[in-house]
């Protein structure tokens, strides 16, 4: 008998606990109750394939799109190196694949090589720099970010932001 409460209590709690957080809006904010951060914008497309209509992923969120077709890419500048974080304001396709430009070693002759490594992305479009991987005194040193279209359907692209710290103010 009580191994029968045990069980019917688990349960209960369980589909009880799901619904409870089913309730939840999947996108909230991070910074509720806290002062917004300045942000920034991609300011030039660097380099495009299968992408129409690119120029309309610079700037402010608009509601005018980048078109980027299923295996086609999107490299963005943008205006300041990424701080921690950043959005990328889209719809559509879900699967892309982000990555950022990073500086990876400097040569004896203090040249650096760089190259693409994936960025973490969470739910809702927000992407993460992890700290003991990426950040150096505060700043990435990230400024460049590529969009890959690895679904099947276009992905369309109406903006990329990124977070300054809090005393960045203009």
């Not at 910074?31 to 991609?42: C, I, L, S, T, V």
């Not at 299968?50 to 120029?55: D, E, F, G, I, Y």
């Amino acid at each position: 008998m009580k191994i029968r409460k045990l069980i019917f209590s688990g349960v209960f709690l369980g589909l009880f606990g799901g619904i409870v957080i089913g309730a939840r809006p999947f996108c909230y904010p991070h910074n509720q109750g806290k002062k917004e951060r300045p942000k920034f914008y991609a300011i030039q497309v660097i380099s495009e394939k299968n992408v129409q209509n690119a120029k309309d992923s610079l700037g402010v969120p608009d509601g005018h799109y980048a078109e980027i077709s299923s295996g086609g890419q999107l490299v963005l500048l943008m205006e300041k190196n990424f701080i921690d974080s950043g959005t990328v304001v889209c719809k559509g396709e879900t699967d892309y694949g982000l990555e950022g430009w990073f500086r990876i070693q400097e040569t004896k002759d203090e040249r650096q090589n760089y190259g693409w490594i994936l960025i973490q992305r969470e739910f809702c479009n927000r992407f993460l720099f992890f700290p003991e991987s990426y950040i150096w005194f505060g700043n990435t040193g990230v400024n460049v970010i590529r969009i890959s279209n690895v679904g099947t359907k276009s992905l369309f692209v109406d903006a990329v932001i990124g977070y300054a710290m809090e005393a960045e103010i203009r």
